[in-house]
């Protein structure tokens, strides 16, 4: 499969992944940063991911990344917002 014949979840989940993967400590290397992870999606965001995917991800961190909330409120804070987008 490949382009719009790859589902939506798996193309978003393929750059959830790779952050999370990139931004990890893995028992064979330690984690590397945030602007390298956002480097890499970027550098792939034609070839590896699907580049609307990769962008609004990007966006995402860009917007969210950054806050420092209680456990929970972020993801409702996210939820209203996306809602009120719609």
């Given at each position: 499969m490949?382009?719009?014949k790859i589902p939506v979840l798996a193309r978003i989940l393929s750059v959830a992944d790779t952050?999370?993967?990139i931004t990890s400590t893995r028992p064979y290397r330690k984690a590397k940063?945030?602007?390298f992870a956002v480097?890499?999606?970027k550098r792939c965001r034609k070839t590896q991911f699907d580049p609307?995917?990769?962008e609004a991800f990007l966006e995402c961190l860009r917007k969210y990344g950054a806050r420092?909330?209680?456990p929970g409120i972020q993801?409702?804070?996210i939820r209203k917002e996306v809602r009120n987008a719609s």
């Open positions: 490949s382009g719009a952050y999370d993967a940063g945030y602007d480097a890499e999606i609307e995917v990769a420092k909330v209680e993801w409702d804070m």
